[in-house]
């Protein structure tokens, strides 16, 4: 129930804005798990300075990232959702930013 009212409160262009970014964050994770297997399969790999790598190792990479990216669209959705969270310029610069970090530490 309390999703529910969270999700109601939310403007339309934020609840958008965080879908796009979870189906962006679930592509990567399937094009690196697709990636993984299809180079397992087809025994696909690929030369960086002068050692071959396997396209596996790629592919976990990716997943892993799409899988960190996916954790962090989690983090940001509760950030988003709260009543006080505003869009500001102020929020990117350099001063808030220290700022904000030495108060979570």
Do not use: C
Request: no cysteine; hydrophobic share 50%; proline share 1%.
């Amino acid at each position: 129930m309390k999703n529910q009212e969270y999700v109601q409160n939310a403007q339309r262009s934020k609840v958008v804005s965080i879908m796009l970014l979870y189906i962006a964050s679930i592509v990567i994770i399937l094009l690196g798990a697709s990636f993984s297997v299809f180079s397992a399969v087809n025994n696909i790999s690929f030369t960086v300075l002068d050692s071959k790598i396997p396209g596996l190792i790629f592919g976990v990479v990716v997943l892993f990232l799409g899988v960190r990216y996916f954790l962090s669209v989690r983090k940001l959705k509760a950030e988003v959702y709260k009543a006080s969270s505003k869009f500001s310029w102020y929020n990117f610069k350099k001063e808030h930013i220290q700022k904000s970090l030495s108060k979570s530490r």
